[in-house]
């Protein structure tokens, strides 16, 4: 079970050991009551990424539709009612007040949502009486209006395999650097696994001894898969220009052993790179805080999922700061074949001086999709000493660019910069900007058409320099 029932398969007899759906609830969130119900009785739920399912629901992408907006509201409410706290009952309260005292989206929004909340109240005993409570292995998630954790990139269309169909997909590589962390390799391979994209090859460099090779083995039914160990260690840089040499892809990604592909982070990016006819697509990335305890095993929780970067592609903003996670890019072969791969004698930012380069004369485009994430310490204080290595290579990293040539036209330099202002800047108004609003009314335009004439004779008079 999932947040969608219709996109789900449970057997018949948990479905009745549950009591089926609610007849309480009609139209938005009974298949989340009754996923939950599932769940919280030991039902497990598996990810099945080859298996999809089109529902098609709205005509466009992110429609408001008011039966959902009403219905969503009232059966969220309803749940807080069974399976939340206290706290998280007065949190949907106070979201319906504050949604009802904002400008209305549609007409009659502020009077359905009121209703909605009568409603909910009205109805607030039947789920009191039956209330389900948290489990270790289940623990509801409210989400604002929504439940779980969501990724960005709910309406990214794919085309349709029948209507055009691919007979030779491109082959891509996928670039594993890893060391002596089997354990969290194999979460690594498992994702290569799901992807949907059907031409994938996997390389593995292990730098130092090869501690993994099991973990690899266990793999070798699944996937087109190359193991290498250095025998010694040569760094990170090293091991990723090996695999590097060893891919035979037309596209090449890297994934760090600690990090995980979604299922459809390659077939998404490929289509983006291919339609946009750049040499790089990069997707959002969840930058997950995970608290380790035990890094042999690799048993964690994850704390929390956050997109730091948001940044469509801007080489200024490339120059100034990283804003492109290691996996999350997927970039065509002929840029390594030209710039080459890692610079080996750094070991801290060397994907940001690679994507400098790659990108000095050749495009990437954004794909507001969360395809990817990657782990960084819950801890404060392994936060601060992974902060800390990073702060102590950027001086580094940028003195490297002072080495790097770009040839550009000076409108294209002049797009750059503007574009890098309005990005950085809270609020700005160029002069062109106040030209064209001052055009754009015909009162203004014949007040500005004066001020040339005024302050030509003001400085003639010696009142103005």
């Known amino acids: ?74 059966t969220n409410l309803g749940l807080r009612f ?99 962390r089997p354990a969290w390799l194999r979460q ?25 090779r099991a973990i690899v083995d266990e793999f070798r039914g699944r996937l087109d898969l190359r193991y290498e160990a250095t025998g010694e260690k040569v760094g990170r840089a090293r091991a990723g220009n090996r695999a590097l040499a060893l891919a035979t892809g037309e596209w090449l990604n890297f994934l760090d052993d600690d990090d995980v592909f979604f299922a459809d982070h390659v077939e998404v990016l490929l289509a983006a790179a291919r ?40 080489r200024l903003t490339l120059w100034h700061h990283n804003f492109l996670p290691i996996q999350a890019v ?18 801290q930012l060397e994907d940001w001086n690679l994507w400098t380069r790659y990108t000095l004369e050749d495009d990437f485009v954004l794909v507001p999709k969360t395809t990817s994430k990657y782990r960084v310490p819950a801890d404060t204080r392994g936060a601060a000493d992974r902060q800390a290595l990073l702060d102590r290579a950027y001086e580094d990293a940028r003195d490297r660019q002072g080495a790097l040539r770009v040839t550009m036209s000076p409108r294209a330099i002049s797009e750059m910069a503007e574009r890098y202002a309005r990005t950085q800047a809270l609020m700005l108004v160029t002069r062109e900007d106040v030209r064209r609003f001052v055009g754009s009314s015909g009162v203004l335009s014949r007040l500005a058409a004066w001020r040339r004439p005024v302050v030509e004779r003001l400085r003639r008079r010696g009142w103005l320099r």
């Not at 009077?111 to 109240?121: E, H, P, Q």
């Not at 290569?192 to 130092?208: F, K, Y």
Request: charged share 25%; hydrophobic share 40%; aromatic share 12%.
């Open 1 to 74: 079970m999932g947040e969608r029932s219709r996109h789900a398969l449970s057997p018949r007899g948990a479905y009745e050991a549950v009591g089926g759906f609610d007849d309480a609830i009609f139209m938005y969130g009974e298949d989340v009551d009754l996923s939950w119900r599932l769940r919280a009785k030991g039902w497990r739920l598996t990810y099945q990424p080859r298996c999809a399912v089109v529902h098609r629901t709205y005509q466009v992408a992110a429609e408001v539709k008011p039966l959902q907006v009403f219905g969503g509201v009232r």
């Open 82 to 180: 069974r399976f939340g706290s206290l706290a998280r009952i007065a949190q949907g309260f106070t979201m319906l007040a504050a949604e009802i005292l904002t400008p209305r989206s549609f007409p009659g929004r502020r009077r359905g949502l009121a209703v909605a909340g009568l409603k909910a109240i009205a109805r607030a005993p039947h789920f009191l009486f039956s209330r389900v409570a948290s489990t270790k292995d289940f623990r509801p998630h409210f989400s604002g209006w929504g439940y779980e954790t969501r990724r960005d990139g709910a309406f990214h269309p794919f085309p349709s395999r029948r209507a055009s169909p691919n007979p030779a997909p491109p082959k891509v590589s996928i670039l594993i650097r890893t060391v002596d």
């Open 188 to 212: 690594a391979l498992a994702s290569c696994v799901h992807q949907t994209h059907e031409n994938l090859e996997v390389i593995v460099v292990e730098d130092g001894e090869s501690f993994s």
């Open 275 to 314: 339609a946009a006819g750049t040499k790089g697509a990069y997707g959002f990335a969840w930058e997950t805080k995970t608290q380790v305890h035990d890094r042999d095993r690799a048993e964690y929780d994850e704390t929390m999922h956050a997109t730091v970067h948001r940044q469509p592609f801007d």
């Open 330 to 347: 997927l970039f065509h072969r002929s840029l390594f074949e030209r710039h080459g791969g890692f610079a080996e004698d750094m070991d």
